[in-house]
């Protein structure tokens, strides 16, 4: 097994612009949570689906942001518009019920 | 959650036992004890958890107090690969509720 899978590893970008991040689970894992690191603020929840379904969304910092996962397997995270202050680095994992299995993550840079 | 408490950080020297406290003393009957570490630049990865007992595995060993108020992650032998930051976390046994990272021990192997 791969593991979970994220893409881009690296992103810089112009601020406005729309940003996608991805996320393939591991098979069979029926949960998948955003998180975002930074220095200050450190790892920071910030949606979680079960079964596809977005289950608390509360940590979603403002409707910039917004994740779907269309299928059981694939989750983006999308950031319209960007902001210099969106970067961060960006995890997913997936878990079966217990042990998350993180991605490597995303390094967001918004200039 | 229950809050827990972790000293920000700890040196070990290489070879020795770490062992890395975490005090959860508002931790309720059906809450496990769960412990991560991040590696520089990596995303978080499993440990071990555990309710009352101890628990061993391949990387670690989990001693749990019997009052359940704190507990003591244990790296038997350290290698200089064990220098991460190290989250322990109190939750819900039902694995498809989110996982809340506080601030962690940051933990460095002393050649």
């Given at each position: 097994d791969a593991g979970v899978i994220q893409s881009p590893r690296h992103e810089v970008t112009e601020m406005g612009q729309e940003v996608t991040l991805r996320c393939k689970l591991i098979s069979g894992h029926n949960s998948l949570f955003w998180y975002r690191q930074t220095m200050m603020r450190g790892l920071e929840l910030l949606i979680y689906f079960n079964n596809n379904v977005p289950?608390?969304?509360?940590?979603?910092?403002?409707?910039r942001f917004s994740a779907k996962m269309?299928?059981?397997s694939f989750s983006t995270l999308k950031i319209?518009?960007?902001?210099?202050?969106?970067?961060a680095v960006y995890f997913c994992a997936s878990t079966p019920y217990y042990g998350y299995t993180f991605g490597s993550g995303t390094r967001l840079t918004v200039v | 959650d229950a809050k827990t408490t972790q000293p920000p950080s700890m040196d070990c020297a290489e070879g020795r036992a770490a062992n890395l406290p975490c005090n959860h003393?508002?931790?309720?009957?059906?809450e496990y004890v769960y412990w991560y570490r991040q590696i520089h630049s990596q995303g978080p990865q499993y440990i071990i958890h555990g309710l009352k007992n101890n628990e061993t595995n391949e990387m670690a060993s989990l001693i749990i107090t019997e009052d359940r108020k704190s507990s003591t992650l244990i790296l038997p032998h350290a290698t200089l690969r064990d220098t991460a930051v190290y989250y322990c976390i109190v939750r819900p046994p039902f694995g498809n509720e989110k996982l809340t990272f506080g601030t962690g021990t940051r933990l460095t192997i002393i050649p």
């Open positions: 289950i608390d969304d509360s940590g979603m910092p403002e409707d269309p299928n059981a319209q518009p960007s902001e210099p202050r969106d970067s | 003393s508002t931790i309720s009957g059906n």
